[in-house]
């Protein structure tokens, strides 16, 4: 065997790019794995349609059967993004013999458990390098790098957009708004950046990487999440006074037979390793109990570090297809979900930051901290920042000790309710 | 098949980390991959040695024979260190049809050659993610999660004992020999701390890490090396002044048909990420064509990494062996040598930073800057530290802009017979 045939689903972004790539590198593939990677179809909506790429119409399709029913295909990349009919695509090119490759990070958090579930029945390889992180092999690195660790910990910035917005608010002093905007004139947010913003996107990363590294199936309804589209400037400011930088951060914990699994905007320690990570990069940092510490940083989007991604699964999905016995599945639901539980938020700790709206008048300081010490928080530090702006109020910072969530929730909700304060109050969790 | 077995070659730190993965993992394991990989014997010189470790007696052998004559074991690790017997022993055990994983970094850069060759004949696999960086998965990444790149440039902190001691130095005010003291206190250097002072641990993972890369072998006797052992705190310190960090980098660049491949004191710009990589941790700056820059850092030594990647490996090595086609030879080799040619460093162009050190009276630093005109090296910046010390000798630290290495060895040369200056030129290159 020379060649081996693949049929595009999709020819935008990432299509394009993995085309390119196959192209380009065509004979370094073939050098280095001995067989060339060849597309033969391209499924598309509109073959007519004006593209920035040079290709023959021969390629291009419009009928899914043309490649499904084709038996000279036998991989088959799925680029389409969205649910349907992607997924719909996934399961009939899987059921068909044929080996998978996506980048889809929507369906596998939301119905990962019916396309691996399919595979496995199948004996299919599922290829997904690309669902999280463009480039950075990070799915490789769970599934077989870190293959004899149990993995404790992964945490990660893994949204360029809101990293990109963050990073441009704190160093340019924009606030989230004109950032946004910059974002959008850049390429790095859409037209609607509701996904990316509200921290969805980051969401079914964590999924798919917690199910991987877990062993068994977390959807994304599973994950606590909050976005970036509330953060004020002052907050990154203040933060950064105090020695912290703000990121949003998805997190997926295993303590015994508990999971937690998050994304929120998080305050880093500036000696961290994670806040040298900036605008459009992302980075995952990963703990096992034997690798110990490990990071993985990079480019999470784009054309081309995607189309890398893609192309590394297309060589697996070859060297898969190629040999006879499949003796690994290294998917999730190894494991029974009876097996763990997902721990609420308001079961765990943190320290936090707190930004009071108060009143500057004598004894706030005195109600507010009763109120929280009534809830066993204690407090770390304190600023009280300006004096008297118009309105009458300022803003007072405080750091605390290790506290439950759900303390920091009752408390909060009895202080907003405060006629001093002025408005509700602002938290962040803080990375230990 | 429900279990493989193991033979592994020597018992220090790395080999019992390697037993004690396998038994504290191993449902973990055989969950994740279907069959349990089990250690069926040890070779070691003394059976009777007082160990770390309650392990039964029976698991040893002083006799090599009775490993690679033992049909029922298929993968043979070796793991203890140096030239020979080790380098006889993979050659045997790759004759004798086992599939190999060494973490054997001397052996690869010495004599790749002799051993890729071995197991690419007999069809073999040959795993050495061990042989660099620890339990970071940095071969994988090169040889799978990047095989659609070309590879154009590989920079890294891969010696952890070098970056403890020129953090520790920077950090703490330390000079090079009582940082080094501190080292091996931590265990983090040698007693005999020369292969990782020198640079030339940093040479033999670089030799290997571009070999795998640029696909021919490019042994540890072409790598340009220059080690820390002369290093100054003053000029870590005149460098942090200018915005830079000073780190032991290990480079491999292609450009065209020259590879560039070299081991050195660098200072690297602030915002740098390899900055943020401090003590014992390691780091690799992989540029591909396709995927653009990804950072992996980790822990680059230490039983339990160490351990980590030898799984890692094992397990990829079970895959190799229970399937019957073999088709992937990712190793080097896959180029003629003559293709590729190695650039000088002589003729690679670098900024510098120089330190003279001159007597301290009117028209010396005229006197310098006229030789260094001569040759064509223009001067960025100039700063005279001080005044009048014993001895009458000032430091002048001085950052250039781009010039060839021959020009500045050629102007250093007669720099330093000038009588206004006191002691040799100390001289820097600069990431760009």
Redesign the interface.
Known sequence: ?KEIKIALLGFGTVGM?VYE??K??SE??K?????RPVVKKILVRDPKKKRDIKIDQKYFTTNIEEILEDPEISIVCELIGGIEPAKTYILKALQKGKEVVTANKAILAQYGNEIWEEARKRKRFIGF?ASVGG???II??IK???????ISSIIGIINGTTNYILTRMLENNFQFKDALKMAQAKGYAEADPTLDIKGIDSAHKISILASLAF?FYIPVSEVYTEGIEDIDLMDLKFAKDFGYIVKLLAFAKKRKRKIEIRVHPTLIPETH?L???RLNYNALYIT????????????GA?K??T???V??D???AI?YS????K????YPL??NNDFFNIRSIEEVEFKYYFRFSAIDKPGVLSKISGILGKHNISIASVVQIGRQKKKGSVPVVMLTHETKEKNVNKALEEIDKLDVVTASTKKFRILE
């Open positions: 065997m790019g790539l196959l380009k590198n370094l593939i050098e280095r794995v001995g067989i390098e480039g950075i092999p490789k690195t077989e790098s870190l293959i004899g660790n149990s062993g390793v806040t040298s990570v096992g109990d034997f690798v110990g510490d490990i990071l993985l940083y990079g480019l784009g081309e570090p189309a890398s991604a192309v590394s297309i060589i697996d060297e190629y040999f006879e016995k003796p690994f599945i290294k190894t494991k």
